[in-house]
């Protein structure tokens, strides 16, 4: 099966990090299209022609546009990645929709910048026969989803709290916060914005803290650790259960489980034992890649549809959007829209 592919915004996530990275692996739409051997990259656009050049030279594009309109009226591609910034998210995946629609559009999350505007967009997509794929790596990094399924099966009890770490504002890095904390423990109920304002690393999209209330009774906290702007890249989550803890550190890449021992110091009392062991191998780097490999196979009929898909998305945006009124009506707590 041979499958076009075409990217608009030839950015750091489009093809930029890979082009220079220092570390192994994958970590961009256009690196995973090449990785995947039924897939060719035809086109791309960029406004910026020094970078859609240098896009077009480092990936063998030889139809590069600046304008992502041309594009879609010269090329019929079954894949279109939507890779541009996120407060322009919505308009380009619009003139996707609008345009020669592909198959599956695979876009940078968030899908858009509130609920309303990602609903509006994935009922057009639906009337035309439209998939929308996101960008939420944790959801296809195997290291994550034995992660899930260990807290499904109980391996260490009920998850009472998770504590998860971001910066680059609630809409950018907190919308994969949501995501993931949705994905591995279970679905956002309440919400409450706490504390003052955070300096937006991202203008316009501080890092709000806020707690979480989940509908199986567990409590997270979400924090923001940009608050006196943006000094490294942190993502880090700390769940803690009955009869263990999972910690997913160094971004993504290391994911470390501890179980309940008997405490030496202290007869009659238990501990949380980190084993190395019972460390789980978590890879970012093939993230992007086995995304990649779940939309062909849709594509060819091998598969229902990757599971990142943009009711997802959706549903993390009706969360962050709570969070958002909270944090307007001075912290109150407040049911997440359905």
């Given at each position: 099966?041979?499958?076009?592919?075409?990217?608009?915004?030839?950015?750091?996530?489009?093809?930029?990090?890979?082009?220079?990275?220092?570390?192994?692996?994958?970590?961009?739409?256009?690196?995973?299209?090449?990785?995947?051997?039924?897939?060719?990259?035809?086109?791309?656009?960029?406004?910026?022609?020094?970078?859609?050049?240098?896009?077009?030279?480092?990936?063998?594009?030889?139809?590069?546009?600046?304008?992502?309109?041309?594009l879609l009226a010269q090329h019929p591609v079954?894949?279109?990645?939507?890779?541009?910034?996120?407060?322009?998210?919505?308009?380009?995946?619009?003139?996707?929709?609008?345009?020669?629609?592909?198959?599956?559009?695979?876009?940078?999350?968030?899908l858009a910048l509130g609920r309303h505007g990602?609903?509006?967009?994935?009922?057009?997509?639906?009337?035309?026969?439209?998939?929308?794929?996101?960008?939420?790596?944790?959801?296809?990094?195997?290291?994550?989803?034995?992660?899930?399924?260990?807290?499904?099966?109980?391996?260490?009890?009920?998850?009472?709290?998770?504590?998860?770490?971001?910066?680059?504002?609630?809409?950018?890095?907190?919308?994969?916060?949501?995501?993931?904390?949705?994905?591995?423990?279970?679905?956002?109920?309440?919400?409450?914005?706490?504390?003052?304002?955070?300096?937006?690393?991202?203008?316009?999209?501080?890092?709000?803290?806020?707690?979480?209330?989940?509908?199986?009774?567990?409590?997270?906290?979400?924090?923001?650790?940009?608050?006196?702007?943006?000094?490294?890249?942190?993502?880090?989550?700390?769940?803690?259960?009955?009869?263990?803890?999972?910690?997913?550190?160094?971004?993504?890449?290391?994911?470390?489980?501890?179980?309940?021992?008997?405490?030496?110091?202290?007869?009659?009392?238990?501990?949380?034992?980190?084993?190395?062991?019972?460390?789980?191998?978590?890879?970012?780097?093939?993230?992007?890649?086995?995304?990649?490999?779940?939309?062909?196979?849709?594509?060819?009929?091998?598969?229902?549809?990757?599971?990142?898909?943009?009711?997802?998305?959706?549903?993390?945006?009706?969360?962050?959007?709570?969070?958002?009124?909270?944090?307007?009506?001075?912290?109150?707590?407040?049911?997440?829209?359905?």
């Amino acid at each position: 099966m041979r499958v076009r592919a075409a990217v608009i915004g030839c950015g750091g996530i489009a093809g930029r990090y890979d082009e220079e990275k220092t570390a192994a692996g994958c970590y961009t739409h256009a690196g995973a299209y090449r990785l995947h051997p039924e897939v060719e990259l035809v086109a791309a656009a960029d406004p910026d022609p020094a970078r859609r050049a240098a896009f077009g030279r480092r990936w063998g594009v030889r139809h590069v546009y600046a304008d992502a309109r041309d594009l879609l009226a010269q090329h019929p591609v079954e894949i279109v990645s939507v890779c541009v910034p996120d407060a322009l998210h919505e308009e380009v995946i619009g003139q996707v929709l609008a345009a020669r629609p592909p198959k599956v559009i695979f876009a940078e999350k968030p899908l858009a910048l509130g609920r309303h505007g990602a609903r509006k967009l994935l009922d057009e997509a639906a009337a035309l026969g439209v998939r929308i794929v996101l960008n939420n790596q944790r959801r296809w990094e195997a290291g994550h989803r034995q992660v899930r399924d260990l807290i499904r099966a109980g391996t260490i009890g009920q998850v009472v709290t998770v504590t998860a770490f971001y910066v680059k504002g609630l809409y950018h890095i907190g919308c994969t916060a949501i995501d993931t904390i949705r994905f591995l423990v279970g679905e956002v109920e309440t919400v409450q914005a706490l504390g003052g304002e955070h300096r937006a690393s991202i203008p316009g999209d501080p890092s709000v803290d806020a707690a979480l209330y989940l509908g199986n009774g567990a409590t997270a906290a979400m924090l923001g650790v940009d608050r006196y702007g943006y000094r490294y890249s942190l993502f880090e989550l700390d769940i803690l259960a009955t009869e263990g803890r999972v910690r997913l550190v160094g971004n993504g890449d290391r994911i470390l489980v501890s179980r309940v021992r008997p405490y030496a110091h202290y007869p009659g009392f238990g501990e949380l034992h980190e084993a190395p062991d019972r460390a789980i191998p978590a890879d970012m780097g093939s993230a992007i890649p086995n995304g990649v490999r779940q939309i062909v196979a849709f594509l060819a009929g091998r598969a229902d549809g990757p599971e990142s898909d943009g009711e997802e998305g959706y549903r993390d945006l009706c969360v962050l959007d709570a969070i958002a009124a909270s944090r307007t009506q001075g912290g109150a707590r407040l049911p997440v829209p359905r």
